[in-house]
């Protein structure tokens, strides 16, 4: 049974920092393509960034690019989003998800992902 559990969420303050960790299990962790999406209240969930099965290659979205960073660990089967300059906007819930997208357009949407975490809440006060 595949799982992917994030943590690391919690309240910040604008300007803040934080690391959102992903474990995963029961899959071929190396095969697999990482990505992190978000969803705030009332709105669809979004994608924001992801990281080819090598970690040679990642892809963010432009709202993120330059402040967060996507990374991934073999030995741990571990991805983590380094995040910096947090703003409240980007508060929502982030998902942590596996799948194995044939492009890079596939991999910035949600249909991409075959396995989803349960979501970990960032919090940012203005």
């Known amino acids: 049974q595949v799982q992917l559990v994030e943590s690391g969420g919690g309240l910040v303050q604008a300007g803040d920092s934080l690391r959102l960790s992903c474990a995963a299990s029961?899959?071929?962790?190396?095969?697999?393509?990482m990505g992190w999406f978000r969803q705030a209240p009332g709105k669809e969930r979004e994608f924001v960034a992801a990281?080819?099965?090598?970690?040679?290659?990642?892809v963010y979205a432009d709202s993120v690019e330059g402040r967060f960073t996507i990374s991934r660990d073999g030995a741990k089967n571990t991805v983590y989003l380094q995040m910096i300059s947090l703003k409240p906007e980007d508060a929502a819930v982030y998902y942590c998800?596996?799948?194995?997208?044939?492009?890079?357009?596939?991999?910035?949407?949600?249909?991409?992902?075959?396995?989803w975490g349960q979501g970990t809440q960032v919090t940012v006060s203005s």
């Open positions: 029961g899959l071929t962790f190396g095969r697999y393509t």
């Open positions: 998800a596996a799948g194995q997208p044939y492009n890079i357009a596939r991999a910035m949407g949600v249909m991409g992902y075959d396995y």
């Open positions: 990281i080819v099965w090598s970690g040679a290659n990642t």
